[in-house]
């Protein structure tokens, strides 16, 4: 006899006598919360944050809870043509080392602002205005974030971090419209070339010609304790091309921003909110990072000062060079699914397994030719106890697409295996 004697068909059955959706079971409710307020105490989190500053202006707030989805999509190209070529040409360092004047010099040309305009749904709680009654409707609000971001081609490609352009904290989601700011303070309109939430990068494109090209250095060459540099624009464009100073603090920082896992380089040098997509710096004027996060101000008990993150310029390359090429970065695996915790209070009600109860699958997807169904509920991965969907996307994003992973699940009480090869995220 299985250990779980739940039927999927007759706890929906269940849930429709009573007015109740089986799928908005599953679903966590947020805390409501006003997003301004919000903002601010992600300044003092206890997790790492994002370095990107954004100002609503009105009141505005949470968002709606959305599905978690284990295949996340990536930005896809603009009407900018995709281009067969490499972007960014990582140079080995030559032996002239410069002074932290003749860095920024050599690199404030190729720094600029980034200012990205969202519109933000929230549901309104009730209540009473201009007279009358408010009925719950949602909400549009506008608000703004800036960031900075680095040229690397004269005719106008820019790099940033995705999260300058695309806000997945609140549900905003792709920026209506993006402005450049230059240096010699001509503004231009932005169009969004692509973009990798999980990679934390997006591609710009401005109609500007003659402009200065970042040089890029090897990532892989940096040693613990170099100098490095860091320019951007920390809380706005008030105090623009701001320039702070430190070590290389650590090397191959494993480090999990927003349910994703990177591979990040670790700096004491000040990195504050507006510098995301800003250029860490080696000692011969080459970037060797791109800024993306940093430890908030309070980590559980302890105060934490002078910890950011960069992603390494060897990895922005290939990144870069893929969303140009492709639209989307390649060998990324995909399962093709949408999913639920079940918690162990779900569990105990229902007597279910604790997992992640598949929501829905995607037509031909790598779950779907492995068999799996929805209402299935995934326990392990290649052995590993599976209780979250982020568990899950962790096991997931360890192997490549096309290679193979065991998946157990548990279908109407029975415990059941799949082999499931893995699809590449093509979107």
Known sequence: MNEYNFNIEEIEESEKSTGMNSIVLYKPEKPKKHIALKIMASLMSVAVISASSIAVYRNVAESPVQTVSVSENSGSP???EAQNM?????????????????VVEKVLPSVVGIESQFT??????????????NNNMPSEETSVGTGTGVVITENGYIVTNAHVIYDSQYGAGKADSVSVLLNDNNRYDAEIVGYDTDCDLAV????????????FGNSDALKLGEDVTAIGNPLGFDLMNTVTRGIVSGLNRNITINEKSMNLIQTDAAINSGNSGGPLINKYGQVIGINSSKMSSTYGSASVEGIGFAI?????SQIVDDIMKYGYVTGKPQLGISCQDVTETIS?????PVGVYIVEISENSAASKAGLKTGDIITAVNDVEITTADELNAQKNLHKAGEEITIKYVRNGEEMTASVKLDEQTN
């Open 78 to 80: 603009s009407s900018v």
């Open 86 to 102: 490499g972007l960014i040409t990582t140079n080995s360092a030559d032996n002239k080392i410069l002074s932290t004047e003749e």
């Open 120 to 133: 933000v749904t929230y549901q309104n709680n009730g209540g009473y205005f201009f007279g009358g009654f």
């Open 204 to 215: 710009l494109k401005i109609d500007a010609t003659e402009l200065t090209a970042a040089e």
């Open 312 to 316: 390494p310029s060897n990895e922005v």
């Open 348 to 352: 105990n009600m229902y007597n279910m």
